[in-house]
Structure formats: C-alpha cells, structure tokens
C-alpha cells in the first residue's frame, strides 16, 4: 500500500542470541537467506517455528545490538514516519 514507506525489522538471525535490525521484508525471502544488517553484518532468515501454535523461540530475545538500534535512532531522527517492527518467527 505504501511501497516507499521506510520501514525496519528487528530480528533475531539464525542462530543468533541478539536482535539486529535490516530493512528486507523478512517474509519476502526465503529462510536461509543471507540479509545485511543495519549493522554490516549479515544474519540468515530464520526459519518459522512449526507448528504455528508454538511459541517462536525468538520471541524471548529481546536484547538489541547497539550499532543497529543507533542506526534505527538516526533514521528515525530524520524519518518520523519509519515503521519499526519486532518480527519473530
Ligand atoms: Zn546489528
């Protein structure tokens, strides 16, 4: 609906114990894919937890890497309109 709308995903990468920030649509690539971080790191997609009913088990991680929650403050300094969503899967 509003495809030039910025908009970042905190996410927690496979494997990983720390959420990063990155600006790809994490439910637009397919798990296993190598995504850019905010950050210059790269982090795979993780898979969705299955069954549905479980809870992700990315949900109990909410520490944020500080490079990236800087990055997310400096781009919401100059976009009020940037949409921040905490994504788990
Ligand atoms: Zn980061």
Redesign the pocket.
Known sequence: MFPDQEHVWWIVGAGKRVR??ITVRPGARPAGDPVQ???D?TIKLPHETWPATKEPSSRRITER?A??EQAVDEQLARDGDLVVTTWDA
């Open positions: 990063h920030a971080t905010l950050c790191a890497c490079e990236c």
